[in-house]
C-alpha cells in the first residue's frame, strides 16, 4: 500500500472508531493492516444485534464520510461492505413501516425513491456527527498510520479533551469481539 492510501485507510476507519466511541459502541480494535477482502478494519466488542439502527448506521456511513471530507477528489476505496450493511437495515426498518401501516398482507416492498430518501437523511446525519468530532477523528487518523492498530481505550484517550485522570468512557474492551465494520 502507498502512503497515500494508508492515510485513506486511516481517515476511513478512524470515523467508524470515532463515532462508534462518541455513541458509546465499546471498540476492540481498530486498524489499516489489510484483513481478508477489507484495506481495513474496526472491531467492535459488541454483537450488532441487540444495536439500535440509529447508532448502527451512523458509525456505518461515518467510515465513508471522514474518507470524503479528508480526502474530496481522491479515487474512493471500496464502500460496498458499509453500503450493503446500511441499505440492509433502511430496506428492513422501511419494510417494518409499511407492514405496521398496511399490514403483512398488504404491505409492499419499500419504493427505491424512499430508500434513496433515507439514505439521503442519514448521511446528512452522519455528516453533521462526524464534523461534530473531526477533531478527534484527525487524532485517531495520524496515530492509526504510525502505529497501524489502536485499542478502544486508545481510541477514546484520544478524545480531545480526555486525559488519563479524566476518562471519559471506562467501558470494558475485554469482550470476545463480534460485530466489526470493514
Ligand atoms: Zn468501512
Same mark, same amino acid.
Given at each position: 500500500?502507498?502512503?497515500?492510501?494508508?492515510?485513506?485507510? +486511516?481517515?476511513?476507519?478512524?470515523?467508524?472508531? #470515532?463515532?462508534? $466511541?462518541? *455513541?458509546?459502541?465499546?471498540?476492540?480494535? +481498530?486498524?489499516?493492516? !489489510?484483513?481478508?477482502?477489507?484495506?481495513?478494519?474496526?472491531?467492535?466488542?459488541?454483537?450488532? #444485534?441487540?444495536?439500535? $439502527?440509529? !447508532?448502527?448506521?451512523?458509525? &456505518?456511513?461515518?467510515? !465513508?464520510?471522514?474518507?470524503?471530507?479528508?480526502?474530496?477528489? +481522491?479515487?474512493?476505496? %471500496?464502500?460496498? =461492505? %458499509?453500503?450493503?450493511?446500511?441499505?440492509?437495515?433502511? /430496506?428492513?426498518? *422501511?419494510?417494518?413501516?409499511?407492514?405496521?401501516?398496511?399490514? *403483512?398482507?398488504?404491505?409492499?416492498?419499500?419504493?427505491?425513491?424512499?430508500?434513496?430518501?433515507?439514505?439521503?437523511?442519514?448521511?446528512? /446525519?452522519?455528516?453533521? =456527527?462526524?464534523?461534530?468530532?473531526?477533531?478527534?477523528?484527525? /487524532?485517531? +487518523?495520524?496515530?492509526?498510520?504510525? *502505529?497501524? @492498530?489502536?485499542? @478502544? %481505550?486508545?481510541?477514546?484517550?484520544?478524545?480531545? @479533551?480526555?486525559? $488519563?485522570?479524566?476518562?471519559?468512557?471506562?467501558?470494558? &474492551?475485554?469482550?470476545?469481539?463480534?460485530?466489526?465494520?470493514?
Amino acid at each position: 500500500m502507498c502512503n497515500d492510501r494508508i492515510a485513506r485507510v +486511516a481517515f476511513h476507519e478512524a470515523g467508524h472508531a #470515532v463515532i462508534g $466511541s462518541a *455513541l458509546a459502541l465499546p471498540i476492540s480494535y +481498530a486498524t489499516v493492516r !489489510p484483513f481478508n477482502d477489507w484495506a481495513g478494519h474496526v472491531m467492535f466488542a459488541h454483537n450488532f #444485534v441487540n444495536v439500535d $439502527s440509529e !447508532p448502527h448506521l451512523l458509525l &456505518t456511513l461515518a467510515g !465513508p464520510a471522514a474518507e470524503q471530507r479528508q480526502f474530496p477528489t +481522491a479515487p474512493r476505496l %471500496d464502500h460496498s =461492505i %458499509d453500503m450493503r450493511c446500511v441499505l440492509g437495515i433502511i /430496506r428492513v426498518e *422501511l419494510w417494518s413501516a409499511n407492514i405496521e401501516r398496511d399490514g *403483512l398482507r398488504k404491505a409492499r416492498g419499500p419504493a427505491q425513491t424512499d430508500i434513496d430518501a433515507e439514505l439521503a437523511k442519514w448521511q446528512k /446525519r452522519t455528516g453533521n =456527527i462526524v464534523d461534530q468530532h473531526w477533531s478527534w477523528i484527525v /487524532r485517531v +487518523a495520524e496515530r492509526l498510520q504510525t *502505529l497501524t @492498530g489502536l485499542t @478502544g %481505550d486508545e481510541i477514546v484517550a484520544l478524545r480531545p @479533551g480526555a486525559s $488519563s485522570n479524566n476518562p471519559v468512557a471506562t467501558f470494558s &474492551t475485554t469482550h470476545a469481539p463480534y460485530g466489526s465494520a470493514a
